[in-house]
């Protein structure tokens, strides 16, 4: 059984900082993929980066130069760190690990960035 925790959310000005992390509960042997996603009310659910179990980045163009995903496999960690932030970037941010069994989600964690 696997979990994940996220926390690091809150409220920020335009141009502040955050700093999201998504911890497993349970261990993870093998993962594929560790991920951060973000959905606003009335839009769809959209990738923001991803790290390869090889440790390769990618991002969405809207965050990139601004936000930097990382990861502790040990500690089964993904961080996201946030930079220069939006108002547009106001949404609710989901974590995800895949494993070659399944993927999990984490419950999500506010970000609300004010004008």
């Known amino acids: 059984q696997v979990q994940l925790v996220e926390s690091g959310g809150g409220l920020v000005q335009a141009g502040g900082s955050l700093r999201l992390s998504c911890a497993a509960s349970?261990?993870?042997?093998?993962?594929?993929?560790m991920g951060w996603y973000r959905q606003a009310p009335g839009k769809q659910r959209e990738l923001v980066a991803v790290?390869?179990?090889?440790?390769?980045?990618n991002y969405a163009d809207s965050v990139k130069g601004r936000f930097t995903i990382s990861r502790d496999n040990a500690k089964n960690t993904v961080y996201l760190q946030m930079n220069s932030l939006k108002p547009e970037d106001t949404a609710v941010y989901y974590c995800?690990?895949?494993?070659?069994?399944?993927?999990?989600w984490g419950q999500g964690t506010q970000v609300t960035v004010s004008s």
């Open positions: 995800r690990i895949t494993t070659i069994a399944d993927d999990y």
């Open positions: 349970g261990s993870i042997f093998r993962f594929n993929a």
């Open positions: 790290i390869t179990v090889g440790g390769s980045t």
